[in-house]
């Protein structure tokens, strides 16, 4: 980037030059990028996409980096996090929230609780920002993202407008806005219910000790890293061909949970690559079954 651009962007936010993927990343796997952008508001978001339209500099949106999995190759763009100011909630109405896009999920979880609204307790402990859980639309225990949203509101063509929560092509691990990478997701409205505060707590901390128990949280990972088939479990598909603890470079699928593959030794992109395709190979090989990734892979020209 020249010295006019660098000044240009630090005008709608703050700029970080070469940062690397494996910094921004669950999974602490990537190469280095060209600059890591943090807008200072969605206004401020809308004025630097345009100029970076203009300029020709490719960008990138991420979230807090779970379920995304980066080259090991330069990425000749800019990073853009919202987590550091686009992050407010408020209650619009007796049960309506909006959110921004970089609101933790956790955060969020906690702060509905204190307020007591019910209908996210399934979230709690899941790492994640807004805007990504519902780019993937995001859920556990027969619940999901879609469940609570009822408008996007998202920028796109420079524009920024709200969708309908039926406009938004919603269902499992999936959403329009995957059909549409340029367009970036700024907030959401979702709707709550009123509970007991004593209850939600409770049924939240079961949810998060469940995690602590059944995955491998001390590691690097991308979270879950395979959807579900149709009346199957990717980690009992997986368990069945004989993989779990396999290793392929410093890539290791987890002892404590085959859906968890995990940077145990310094992985790169193709040792996390090759394991991936390795498992997706030998179920389709003995089960007959597609596994479809729940993960992101960013920078790769094959996946292009």
Request: aromatic share 10%; hydrophobic share 40%.
């Amino acid at each position: 980037m020249t010295e006019y651009q660098i000044n240009r962007l630090r005008e709608y936010g703050e700029l970080v030059l070469n940062p690397s993927f494996k910094e921004l990343t669950t999974i602490r796997i990537g190469g280095q990028a060209k600059a890591l952008f943090y807008p200072q508001s969605i206004l401020s978001l809308q004025a630097m996409v345009r100029f970076c339209k203009q300029e020709k500099l490719p960008y990138f949106v991420i979230g807090n980096g779970s379920n995304l999995l980066v080259s090991d190759e330069p990425y000749p763009g800019i990073i853009i996090k919202l987590n550091r100011d686009i992050n407010e909630v408020y209650l619009i109405n007796e049960t309506r929230f909006e959110v921004h896009a970089g609101t933790s999920l956790i955060a969020l979880c906690h702060k509905v609780r204190k307020l007591g609204f019910s209908g996210l307790e399934w979230a709690a402990g899941i790492p994640g920002c807004i805007g990504g859980a519902t780019f993937m639309n995001a859920g556990a225990y027969n619940r999901s993202m879609s469940d609570l949203i009822t408008e996007v509101c998202v920028l796109r063509n420079d524009e920024i407008v709200w969708l309908n929560v039926a406009d938004c092509d919603f269902n499992y691990r999936h959403s329009i806005f995957k059909e549409h990478r340029d367009w970036i997701i700024v907030a959401i409205r979702i709707k709550l219910e009123k509970g007991d505060p004593l209850a939600i707590e409770t049924l939240m901390q079961d949810r998060q000790q469940r995690r602590l128990a059944a995955q491998p949280l001390q590691s690097p990972s991308f979270g879950s890293t395979f959807r579900n088939p149709p009346s199957f479990f990717a980690w009992q598909l997986i368990d069945e061909i004989g993989l779990r603890g396999f290793q392929l470079g410093g890539a290791q699928v987890s002892e404590k949970h085959t859906n968890f593959l995990i940077n145990s030794a310094q992985a790169s992109f193709m040792d996390m690559y090759g394991l991936i395709t390795r498992i997706q190979e030998e179920v389709k090989q003995q089960h007959q079954l597609d596994l479809l990734l729940e993960v992101e892979i960013f920078n790769w020209p094959q996946e292009t």
